[in-house]
């Protein structure tokens, strides 16, 4: 929430809104002062509103007041008084509430003072999609993948020997509600004489019950 203090205000602009001044204004601004002066001092803050919302690049287009603004006692006294009142600024970018504090100079009827508050709504963020449910790591048998693996990698090379896996490169991962994915590495000797050759294993698990749907090979 932003505020700007207005700097006093040197213009004396026509007296506007008078026709939504409410009797309530009247009563509450400090006794002795005039219907004229109480109207005046409802002008010169719907003016210093209506010129600071300009001056923070609003340009609105509508400018409406809610309501008759509260004259504030323990800030006012006999040369000064203290008006709150909220308002909405229509523009271009939409529908701006706000509100204001402004203190006016009862013997000039100008606005000496503003204190203007943005009290627009802050819009939620619609919220992000539900991950799939965590898979039930009880269900999910490492040993199972990697069993399937090894059967992968005898269809691939008959005289397999010296198959291992390396824990450290297990991970888990859940793309949907009915599929969780095991990946990881392994060292392999596909026949006497060969290289060792590193391979990697992936393979598609029912979350519900374990079960390995099929793997995959790579390297």
């Not at 008084?81 to 504090?101: C, K, P, Q």
């Not at 204190?115 to 919220?127: G, K, Q």
């Not at 888990?172 to 590193?198: C, D, I, K, Y």
Request: proline share 7%; hydrophobic share 40%; with cysteine.
């Amino acid at each position: 929430m932003r505020s700007l203090t207005l700097p006093r205000l040197l213009s004396s602009a026509a007296i506007i809104g008078l026709s939504t001044l409410s009797p309530s204004v009247h009563a509450q601004v400090a006794a002795g002062k005039s219907d004229a002066t109480a109207a005046s001092a409802l002008a010169a803050c719907e003016r210093a509103a209506r010129q600071t919302l300009g001056a923070q690049g609003v340009r609105p287009v509508e400018v409406t007041f809610i309501g008759a603004p509260a004259v504030q006692p323990s800030l006012s006294n006999e040369n000064q008084t203290v008006l709150r009142g909220a308002g909405r600024a229509r523009g271009t970018g939409g529908v701006r509430t706000f509100n204001y504090s402004c203190d006016v100079d009862l013997r000039t009827s100008e606005a000496v003072g503003l204190v203007l508050r943005d009290a627009t709504p802050i819009v939620a963020e619609a919220a992000p999609a539900r991950a799939p449910a965590e898979p039930d790591l009880s269900e999910l048998s490492p040993a199972a993948c990697e069993s399937s693996a090894v059967g992968a990698l005898q269809k691939r090379w008959p005289r397999v020997s010296k198959i291992t896996f390396d824990s450290a490169t297990r991970s888990f991962r859940q793309p949907s509600a009915n599929v969780a994915e095991f990946h990881g590495t392994g060292l392999a000797l596909p026949a006497q004489g060969s290289p060792v050759t590193v391979f990697e294993f992936e393979c598609a698990i029912d979350p519900r019950d374990g079960r390995v749907l099929r793997t995959s090979l790579s390297g």
